[in-house]
């Protein structure tokens, strides 16, 4: 079954950190590039990073550059965000997708409190 199963969610404090996984089945992971997106309630979707098949080309959106890091572990099927500094801006869903197909996973809550 082609898959994205996200976890690592939750509510920290501003200034606070959090990682994201996502763990792809179903399909070859290392051909894909691979996404994370956000979603606040009455905002427009915003792409946060995008990983390249190996990884080392990554590319963020402008409000997370320096404090989110995208990474992935194609031998494991992972996708990782690791976000520092958060902040109450930073609170949404987040998800895991793939462009290709269109896939992604059902995503996690992020909640930064002030």
């Known amino acids: 079954q082609v898959q994205l199963v996200e976890s690592g969610g939750g509510r920290v404090q501003t200034g606070g950190s959090l990682k994201l996984s996502c763990v792809a089945s179903?399909?070859?992971?290392?051909?894909?590039?691979m996404t994370w997106y956000r979603q606040a309630p009455g905002k427009e979707r915003e792409l946060v990073a995008m990983?390249?098949?190996?990884?080392?080309?990554?590319k963020y959106g402008d409000s997370v550059k320096g404090r989110f890091t995208v990474s992935r572990d194609n031998e494991q099927n992972t996708l990782y965000l690791q976000m520092n500094n958060l902040k109450p801006e930073d609170t949404a869903v987040y998800y895991c997708?793939?462009?290709?197909?269109?896939?992604r996973g059902q995503g996690t809550q992020v909640t930064v409190s002030s």
């Open positions: 997708a793939r462009p290709t197909g269109n896939l």
């Open positions: 179903g399909f070859t992971f290392n051909k894909y590039t």
């Open positions: 990983s390249y098949t190996d990884g080392d080309l990554t």
